[in-house]
């Protein structure tokens, strides 16, 4: 007995399917992670799998659900990720030293730019102004490798420097 053939679906570029489905699926991941940068990188994670499988998606009935069903599970690990980090964080705040003092009154502006960035350039200064943690502890604690830590680091000096109006003094990590 033969196979019945389904219906072939016209076989899409991948650039037209691209087009025609970007947006929605960066909303849904909108949506699910609540940051639109990250969604952004989601979507795009999302669709470059779905390139390198363009020949295997392309035969699928709904090429756009596997994307989604990618953005979703992506989203999900991306939330994972963030809970580690948060719980890594609370642990490290449990080990803080009871004679640990809080940020002077006179840092506050310093303190407040710090909050001002990104959440990861403010782990990391926190990190290491506060707590005096070496790049290969800070990478540790927020589960990242060292040269990110530097280069976070870096870009949060410069972005502190000109909000508050300092010259920035290079340091070594």
Known sequence: MEKPERAALPLLAFDEFFRSEYRRVVGLAVVLCGRPAVAEELAQEAFVSAYRHWPRVVGYDDPGAWVRRVVVNLATSALRRRSREARAVARLALRRQPEAQDPPAADDDFWHAVRALPRRQAQCVA???????????????????????????????????????????????
């Open 127 to 173: 990190l290491r102004y506060l707590e005096d943690r070496t790049v290969n502890e800070i990478a540790a604690v927020l589960q990242i490798a060292p040269p990110t830590v530097r280069v976070h680091l870096h870009t949060a000096r410069s972005m502190l420097a000109e909000q508050l109006g300092e010259e920035l003094d290079e340091e070594k990590p």
